[in-house]
């Protein structure tokens, strides 16, 4: 038990720790908070060596915590309705088979800023928003695609008697 928290708040620092470097990259994309998603290859790889639950509560802890330290109640609804849904459609098509490490970050990506579109849409009562999705999809592919192939990496670097 000691050596599973000890794991665990080493990849929650980490995805702490990355989540601010992500806050210091200016994207220019014209649109706010697009990010790259440095958090989630670290969420992937909990995924894949321990499972949904494990993943999913780091995701949430995570953003929570960087919430408080680096955004505002506003970014904590937003990334927890987006990383919430990552982590289920990842885990779910993790779970099905047939779907790489960059497949999975595809998927991921793109749920996560479905996820944040919604709950923009509910927030200001405009359906308009939702005009975004193209170029989310697109970008929230583009950075799938980056993050599914760091953590494909990682996952053959990283020894799986880690997690045990």
């Keep these: 038990m000691t050596r599973r928290i000890a794991v665990d708040g080493m990849f929650l620092t980490l995805a702490i720790v990355v ?9 220019p994309v014209g649109i706010p908070g697009v990010k790259i998603g440095l958090a989630n290859g670290v969420i992937m790889v909990l995924l894949f060596f321990t499972g949904w639950k494990r993943a999913l509560f780091i995701s949430v802890l995570r953003i929570l915590l960087a919430g408080m330290l680096f955004g505002n109640p506003m970014t904590i609804v937003y ?5 919430i849904l990552s982590v289920f459609l990842m885990a779910l098509l993790k779970k099905a088979g047939g779907f790489s490490a960059v497949g999975l970050s595809v998927a991921g990506g793109v749920a996560h800023n479905l996820g944040q579109l919604s709950v ?29 192939v760091l953590t494909a990496g990682l996952v053959k670097k990283v020894p799986a008697n880690l997690f045990q």
């Design 19 to 27: 989540s601010y470097i992500e806050v210091l990259l200016p994207i």
């Design 79 to 83: 990334s927890l309705a987006g990383g």
């Design 120 to 148: 923009a849409v509910c927030l200001m009562e405009n359906v308009r928003i939702y005009y975004y999705a193209p170029i989310l999809l697109v970008t929230g592919t583009i950075a799938g695609i980056a993050i599914g």
